[in-house]
């Protein structure tokens, strides 16, 4: 069975950071785009950062440029978002997405494969 599953998140103080995993099982990661999306309460899905097959290439959405960093592992089948400089405004459930054709976008309809999501809540 294919899945992902998202870990790390949990509750931080603005300006901390933050570690999420997103881990697959029934399949390799190598061949796909990882995406990293976010919801908050009453808002859309929306992008936050993708990171292409090889590791080459990324893209961040413009709210968290500078702040966030995606890697990713394909020895450990794994991909991180380092979250670093929080604020309120960051606090969203985040979903780790796969996308089969490795096309490095942050649109969610181009994402075929998602985990169950991971809270994070930035306050004081």
């Known amino acids: 069975q294919l899945q992902l599953v998202e870990s790390g998140g949990g509750l931080v103080q603005p300006g901390g950071s933050l570690r999420l995993s997103c881990a697959a099982s029934?399949?390799?990661?190598?061949?796909?785009?990882i995406g990293w999306f976010r919801q908050a309460p009453g808002k859309e899905r929306e992008g936050v950062s993708c990171i292409n097959s090889s590791g080459g290439s990324t893209n961040y959405a413009d709210s968290v440029k500078g702040r966030f960093t995606i890697s990713r592992d394909n020895a450990k089948n794994t991909v991180y978002l380092e979250m670093n400089s929080l604020k309120p405004e960051d606090t969203a459930i985040y979903y780790c997405?796969?996308?089969?054709?490795?096309?490095?976008?942050?649109?969610?309809?181009?994402?075929?494969?998602w985990g169950q999501g991971t809270q994070v809540t930035v306050s004081s």
């Open positions: 997405a796969a996308d089969e054709l490795d096309q490095l976008v942050l649109q969610v309809d181009r994402y075929v494969y």
């Open positions: 029934g399949f390799t990661l190598d061949y796909y785009t």
